[in-house]
């Protein structure tokens, strides 16, 4: 969308369209015509259209440049001899508003007008130009869109996905990791403790660590995993050991390898007695 920069001096009074029934998804149009004879006639013209939308009337390049402001029209109808030219070089440069000049016969031409219709304008000739309009602007929507989809998909390629809930053994009730105070190994399976219960899942830990948050959940040791919601605090033991406590009271051992990651926890550390 081109960027008109703010109107110098006073606002200038706009006619902006009023719709009782608004046609949802259709392309927004603002006109641009100095003749009051000539503007209403595509006014009527472009009410038998379903698909366009008059969305504002403008008679001087002020209150267009307000609307086109206001509005984010896809197509602007504009006197070819209305349109400074400074702008008119801008909008070959830009996607939307599509331009529709509108000339008498002989007169001047707009380089940045896709279309250009003589004064004044034969209905059979408005509809074809219309429905050749509109494919093009659907065109360069669908452009816009494919260039956006595209770098989604290149976006979400590098999100990792985080489990939010795990489903116990043979259950067919979830639980939601955030319930989750911490997880012990057992073997080929992972016990999962809540505040009030234990639920198996068949895992190890090194596989729990790739699916949990690491905002959320983080390895202390080879054989446990925590929640850091649920932590109280990190205990320095004598020596260099040290252990976590949860807070149902739980005290977890730290491993030599997983000393870093919890001295990096935001909790209070205290000395053991």
Known sequence: MLNLGAAMGSMPVTHRMEHSQPRHGAIRVVAFEPDADYADELHRQLCELREFRLVGRAVSWDECRTLLEEQFPELLMVRTTCLPCNLSDSLCETEFPVVLGLGRKDGATLPCAFETLDLPVNPGSFR??????????????????????????????????????????????????????????????????????????????????????????????????????????????????????????????????????????????????
């Open 128 to 273: 074809e130009a219309m429905e050749r309009l509109r494919a093009e602007i659907y065109r360069r929507k669908l452009g816009d869109l494919s260039t956006l989809l595209r770098r989604y998909l290149d976006f979400s390629r590098g999100l990792q996905r985080f489990l939010t809930a795990v489903r116990e053994n043979g259950a067919s009730t979830e639980i939601p990791t955030e319930h989750v105070m911490f997880m012990v190994a057992d073997g080929n399976y992972v016990r999962l403790h809540t505040a009030s219960e234990v639920h198996e899942i068949r895992d190890t830990m090194s596989g729990m660590t790739c699916k949990l948050d690491p905002a959320q959940f983080a390895r202390v040791h080879r054989s446990f995993i925590v929640n850091r919601a649920h932590v109280a605090c990190v205990r320095r033991k004598e020596g260099a050991a040290m252990a976590v406590l949860m807070s149902n009271g739980t005290e977890i051992p730290v491993g030599p390898n997983y000393r870093a990651e919890v001295e990096s926890f935001d909790f209070y550390t205290q000395l053991s007695a």
